[in-house]
């Protein structure tokens, strides 16, 4: 049988219409039954790739495998978002220990599971895992923070000048929506909420810039930012003043590079001024944070 008879074939049996083998005349036979020739033919897909292993789990034997696995990893990207969230809106302050047994039991899964989310997160930075001690939520020391505005001040330049580069307005009109987000948490006094899309609109723009590399490591110090705001205790109207994201849409908008990317500098240098070194630690309820 050739590539496209087997591909015609598969395609036929998935579509639930007869399938016949090559060569055969006779298209009134039906999947499992035997051609003219003798040929037996296709009651599953697979039963075409490897007739001589009947034992061979069929594609609706595996469906169930399947479904359970993207559930699995349903639940895993959900977890990881609720913590992600949560540290971004400073609801888990740095340092927070973030214990296997409670989260399991908070979020009705196994305590394996969670430790891959938390490992996730350790990859990222956004966690410390600490041997013989368990996970917590990372406690960026001043060294760190530097380090931190020194790759943003070389990130967010280029990648604002590949937004502008590959501009749309679709891209621009998401910016715009996500600001308008902004405004409105500004307007509530919702700090949380103010802390978090501050920092997602940087992450925001270096999806939309294209490059999935930019965009991964920008969301990485995005969240060490906020953690440091909390950390530093930087006062919210400091650190993420109302107009600066609004003044460097409009300079995207325009497809001005030069003004794009003074304002950044501009913006990320203010961010840094404004945090103090001060920091304080507390016990926190994990339970009241994730089941409210």
């Known amino acids: 049988m050739s590539a496209l008879d087997l591909l015609a074939a ?9 399938t016949i083998a090559p060569g055969c005349a006779d298209r009134t036979d039906r999947p499992g039954s035997t051609c003219q020739h003798g040929v037996r033919l296709a009651r599953e897909p697979l039963d075409l790739l490897n007739p001589l292993n009947p034992d061979m789990p069929t594609t609706r034997a595996r469906k169930p495998a399947l479904q359970a696995r993207l559930q699995r990893e349903n639940t895993h990207d959900e977890i990881y978002e609720k913590i992600f969230v949560a540290i971004l809106e400073h609801r888990l302050h740095p340092g927070t220990k973030l214990v296997e047994e409670r989260l399991a039991e908070i979020f009705g899964v196994s305590r394996a599971r969670v430790r891959e989310v938390l490992a996730r997160l350790a990859h990222e930075q956004i966690v410390e895992m600490i041997p013989q001690r368990g996970a917590y939520v990372a406690k960026p020391s001043i060294e760190q923070a530097l380090d931190v ?3 943003r001040r070389l990130i967010e330049p280029a990648v604002l000048r590949r937004l502008i580069e590959t501009l749309t307005p679709e891209k621009l009109a998401r910016l715009k929506q996500h600001q308008e987000l902004e405004v409105d948490a500004r307007r509530r006094e919702d700090k949380r909420a103010v802390v978090r899309l501050s920092g997602e609109f940087h992450s925001l723009a270096a999806e939309l810039a294209g490059n999935t590399a930019l965009a991964r490591s920008m969301r990485e110090l995005s969240v060490l ?3 440091m705001i909390f950390l530093y ?25 030069a ?3 003074k304002l950044m500098l501009e913006h990320l ?3 840094e001024s404004g945090m103090k070194l001060e920091a304080a630690t507390e016990e926190v309820d994990l339970e009241a944070i994730f089941k409210s």
């Not at 930087?234 to 590079?257: F, G, K, L, M, Y």
């Open 259 to 261: 003004r794009a990317e």
């Open 10 to 18: 598969l395609a036929g049996d998935e579509a639930g219409v007869p």
């Open 149 to 151: 505005f020194e790759a």
């Open 225 to 227: 930012t906020c953690l």
């Open 269 to 271: 240098d203010h961010i």
């Open 233 to 257: 205790d930087a006062p919210t109207s400091t650190s993420c003043r109302p107009d600066e994201h609004s003044q460097i849409i409009e300079a995207i908008a325009r497809r001005d590079v």
